[in-house]
């Protein structure tokens, strides 16, 4: 009895050590240690409210954590939205014009500061004080706009109360993706009297398990874990690992072919950037499935055809085009980084079905183009010059011309490219290459701005093909109020092939990244967001 | 040293039986460096010259077209053009007919062989229609300023000056920004942003007062002789005295810059088309080649590697015979040079 009595004693000692290991996230790798790694580039900014690059989401996404955030695993379920400091997704009413949320209870800044409810307006109040680039996601809450203006007087539409946790949020029309907008790092919650200025040199604190606590501007900077995380803020977000180091340093190195070498040389665990695409092949025929992996961020890279202008006016002739245009040579144009596709709605995007209504056919499409026979041939095909995107125009500009249209390539700075472009004023805006990276998992971020007719403007215009059709235009207004479900999915693919139909642009493929680290970090381990890029938290040793 | 600086006894008696010109090429003859460079750059414009022989009867394809999925049969084996990593074929020398003969100039797998001759033929046509530009305008307005002096001196001069001021490199960079975007119209002359004139015109442009201050001085010093004095005297018009009195002594100096000229304007359209701001793609020149190869300098070194080359030796041709030519045609010139290498030396001979 004594002994059956022990043998139970050391079954419940064991079990309970499994629940509580599998409860810190642990998948069985070593902790603590140094996480090393390398980026092209500093971060545009390391203050959460500022930063508008991936650079900067990723050196960011586990130390500033919003009320809400995604789920830090791979795949689809990856794009989902779930609870970040608040303790549930938020409440939906008032037709879609109200949010409410309750902040967790017992929450810290890595300062020891209290999280308090009241931070959330104080946090967006920042926002438009220091006149952040993502605020006009936000300018759609009661009161915003005037704050943007006055910077005076609070946000009518915001009220919080600290006692309960409770944050309700009132919009002035229906947004179906404010979710995915309260899952941005712009809106992560920051003290009250946080200063309104930029804070890159001395971060703000944090409320994710890690918190930045050097910067070296434009060289280095490094993370500890936040103190308040394993014992006030872990336990309550259990959607947001603990990390596996102790320790996270980053360094700036310029040339990405040393970044490789030093993964190879184990001097460094992981590179932020893409690999170069002259060692791509190499890379990946040595490491894939061990220390390289691909990954797929939500964009698109397409060509667009004015649909306002002879001869793309004609939708055979935009047809006649997206036959002629080969995906499988400008997946070779680009390295094998691209990976080719021929929808809007990129892989990954949720209401993404795969779709190819144009397979390559030179034959049909020169049948195409002399049924409709366009009195105007002469088309200028813009693009900018960063290699290989000046490169897919001139194969593009090669390919009209073989198609049978007299086609001039006109290439332009990378910087300037999309304001001369966006402008209506600006002369021969025939046809040109574009890339589109969507700011969160929502297909509308997608068909809002590229394809409706609402968003063609004289300047800064981002519906590039000029496409105004009325009853699509009518269906994404719909679907832009609608909270993301399956039934909005399903209407989303069902847009996405609408719009192939008319053919205003000729998507060719999603530009891939990658993860590269070297032979010490457990590579499946490893979580990357298509909007954040990795997730430093989940790296671990193996 | 000295000796060869002085035009000899023999030359001298010579000389007065033939014109300055014949004299010229005899010193010119004499110099075989400049005389073998001469050669090498008669060469390279033959082989540009030849671009579409090879394109039409030897690579069967044209500078721009594009062969990125394309197989190409070598003895019964099947290889690619670009590989699916993107890494282009390399020299098949005459394996494949000529074809590729020097490899794919990248991922879009145009001919190497067939871009380098119209690349060359592009940057030839930038540097000699820039620095024809550049000639003529600083000809014109060296002219003008050195023999009118006064307020049309002032002006020009200081208009000039205001042209010097920028660097040449940032002043070509912005005005290639601007005129690649919206091209130029300039009363009835309309050119668009992706023409070839833009980069001649821009390249044209900025030399001016590198060559037109000289040339004025030079005008300056020789409104002062007298056979100026004796065209006035004559009743010559100004223009008369210009063109007709002071420009034929100004030839020897002109055709020294001009070829010279050539050289540096080959090299800036190089360096604003590496920018992105000269030469616009898919157009090729050895500049853009550059770039483009660049972005593979790892894998493909030959693709930076065999345009460099050719703008290195048509410049280095086009300096040593210029240099040559300058000697030729004014050999004071040389003779300065060295008394003034040589002004320590006590048995220094005057000129």
New interface residues.
């Given amino acids: 009895m004594k002994k059956q009595g022990l043998v139970l004693l050391v079954i419940g000692l064991v079990a309970a050590s499994a629940i509580g290991l599998s409860a810190c996230g642990s998948s069985g790798g070593k902790e603590g240690g140094t996480l090393t790694g390398t980026y092209a580039s500093f971060p545009d900014y390391l203050d959460p409210q500022l930063s508008y690059l991936q650079e900067g989401w990723t050196a960011m996404y586990d130390t500033y954590l919003p009320l809400l955030t995604y789920k830090r695993v791979n795949g689809p379920e990856g794009s989902k939205v779930v609870p970040g400091l608040a303790e549930s997704l938020p409440k939906i009413g008032n037709g879609g014009k109200t949010y409410t949320l309750t902040l967790r209870k017992g929450l810290k800044y890595s300062d020891g500061t209290p999280v308090k409810a009241s931070d959330f307006a104080s946090t967006m109040e920042r926002l438009f004080k220091i006149n952040s680039p993502g605020s006009f996601y936000y300018e759609s809450i009661v009161g915003a706009e005037e704050f943007a203006k006055t910077k005076k007087g609070g946000i009518s539409g915001i009220k919080t109360d600290d006692k309960s946790g409770k944050i309700e949020i009132e919009l002035t029309a229906p947004r179906g993706s404010f979710s995915n907008e309260l899952a941005m790092l712009f809106v992560a919650l920051l003290p009250a009297g946080t200063p309104a200025k930029n804070l890159t040199a001395d971060p703000p604190p944090a409320t994710g398990p890690y918190m930045i606590s050097k910067v070296e501007k434009g060289r280095a900077w490094s993370y500890e874990r936040n103190p308040y995380w394993a014992k006030d803020n872990g336990p309550e977000v259990s959607e947001v690992p603990a990390g596996h180091f102790n320790k996270v340093e980053l360094r700036v190195v310029r040339n990405d072919a040393t970044q490789v070498n030093e993964i190879e040389r184990n001097k460094t665990m992981w590179m932020q950037t893409l690999v170069p695409s002259d060692q791509r092949e190499a890379i990946v025929n040595k490491y894939e499935g061990t220390q390289f992996r691909v990954e797929h961020p939500l964009n698109v890279y397409m060509f667009w055809m004015n649909t306002e202008k002879a001869p793309f006016d004609d939708p055979k002739v935009r047809q006649a085009v997206n036959y002629a245009v080969d995906t499988d040579a400008l997946e070779r144009i680009y390295a094998g980084s691209m990976a080719a596709t021929h929808q809007i709605l990129p892989q990954g995007m949720p209401g993404y079905e795969a779709l190819d209504l144009y397979p390559h056919d030179m034959a049909k499409a020169k049948e195409l183009l002399a049924e409709a026979n366009p009195s105007d041939r002469d088309i200028t095909v813009w693009t900018n010059n960063e290699n290989p995107n000046d490169e897919a125009a001139a194969y593009y500009q090669d390919v009209l011309d073989k198609l049978g249209l007299n086609a001039k390539l006109k290439t332009i700075n990378a910087d300037n490219y999309y304001t001369i472009i966006g402008n209506e004023k600006t002369p021969d805006l025939d046809t040109g290459w574009l890339a589109y990276f969507a700011d969160y998992p929502n297909p509308n971020s997608f068909f809002q701005p590229l394809l409706s007719g609402e968003s063609i403007a004289p300047t800064g215009n981002t519906n590039f093909p000029r496409i105004d059709v009325p009853e699509l235009n009518e269906k994404i207004a719909k679907l832009s109020e609608e909270p993301l479900g399956p039934e909005q999915e399903s209407e989303y693919a069902e847009l996405d092939r609408s719009f192939m139909e008319l053919a205003p642009m000729v998507p060719y493929g999603t530009n891939t990244t990658s993860t590269f680290v070297n032979d010490e970090i457990n590579l499946d381990g490893v979580v990357y967001n298509p909007a954040f890029g990795h997730s430093l938290a989940t790296f671990e040793l193996k | 040293m000295r000796v060869a600086s002085q035009p000899n006894a023999e030359e001298a008696a010579r000389g007065a039986a033939a014109g300055p010109w014949r004299l010229a090429w005899r010193r010119l003859r004499r110099n075989r460096v400049a005389l073998a460079f001469g050669g090498l750059f008669v060469l390279i414009v033959l082989f540009v010259l030849a671009a579409p022989i090879w394109a039409d009867s030897v690579a069967h394809t044209g500078p ?3 062969h ?2 394309q197989k190409l049969e070598v003895g019964g084996e099947k290889r690619e053009v ?6 282009p074929i390399g020299p098949q020398w005459f394996e494949a007919d000529g074809r590729f003969f020097l490899g794919a100039d ?3 797998g145009r001919d190497e062989m067939v871009r380098l001759m119209y690349g060359g033929r592009t940057s030839l046509l930038v540097g000699f229609s820039a620095a024809l530009l550049t000639t003529a305008i600083a000809t014109l307005l060296g002219l003008l300023a050195g023999y009118y002096r006064g307020w049309t001196d002032t002006v020009i001069a200081r208009a000039l000056d205001v042209v010097w001021a920028f660097p040449v490199i940032l002043l070509s960079i912005a005005l290639g ?1 601007v005129l ?3 091209g130029l119209e300039l009363g009835p002359l309309e050119l ?3 023409s070839i004139w833009i980069p001649i015109l821009i390249i044209g442009a900025v030399y001016v007062p590198y060559m037109a201050r000289p040339i004025r001085g030079e005008v300056l010093s020789l409104r002062e002789k007298e056979f100026v004095e004796a065209a006035e005297a004559q009743g010559a018009s100004a223009l008369r005295v210009m063109f007709g009195e002071l420009l034929p002594n100004l030839a020897s100096t002109i055709i020294v810059f001009f070829t010279l000229g050539v050289a540096n304007a080959m090299l800036l359209e190089s360096m604003l088309s590496f920018l ?2 000269g030469v ?3 157009n090729t020149s050895w500049g853009t080649m550059i770039y ?1 190869g660049f ?2 300098i ?3 070194p030959l693709l930076t590697v065999l345009p460099g080359t050719m703008l290195l030796l048509t410049v280095l041709s086009i300096n040593v015979f210029g240099d040559g030519l300058r000697d030729a045609l004014d050999p004071r010139s040389k003779l300065r040079l060295e008394i003034h290498a040589g002004a320590n030396e006590p048995e220094g001979t005057a000129v």
């Fill in positions: 721009n077209a594009t990125t999925l670009v590989s699916p990593s993107g890494k990248g991922r879009l920004l690649a975007v919206g668009s942003g992706s992105g701001v616009q793609a898919p483009g972005q593979l790892a894998s493909a």
